[in-house]
Nanobody, 123 residues
Framework: QVQLVESGGGLVQPGGSLRLSCAAS????????IGWFRQAPGKEREGLSC????????WYRDSVKGRFTISRDNAKNTVYLQMNSLKPEDTAVYYC????????????????WGQGTQVTVSS
């Protein structure tokens, strides 16, 4: 079964941290670039970060630069999004996605998507 599963979301206070995981099954994540996205209620889906398959290239949305870090552990077939200094406006469902050939393509170009994990930042 080809699948991506996000985990690690939850409720956190402003200024807190969470680490999201994106575990792949049924395919080798090391052969794919990864994107992290989020969608808040009433908002458009937005890309947060991309990591190339060889980890040579990264991209971060300006609003998360310096706070979020994307990484991958190919031995675990897992990609991570470390989120620090969280703000209420970070509240959203967070998704990971994998794409075989391209780095940071448009969202509809991704091959596989996870089902999302809820992140709520509130005091």
């Amino acid at each position: 079964q080809v699948q991506l599963v996000e985990s690690g979301g939850g409720l956190v206070q402003p200024g807190g941290s969470l680490r999201l995981s994106c575990a792949a099954s049924g395919f080798t994540l090391g052969s794919y670039s990864i994107g992290w996205f989020r969608q808040a209620p009433g908002k458009e889906r937005e890309g947060l970060s991309c990591l190339s398959s060889n980890a040579d290239n990264t991209w971060y949305r300006d609003s998360v630069k310096g706070r979020f870090t994307i990484s991958r552990d190919n031995a675990k077939n897992t990609v991570y999004l470390q989120m620090n200094s969280l703000k209420p406006e970070d509240t959203a469902v967070y998704y990971c996605a994998a794409e075989r050939f391209f780095f940071c393509p448009p969202p509809d170009e991704y091959d596989y998507w996870g089902q999302g994990t809820q992140v709520t930042v509130s005091s």
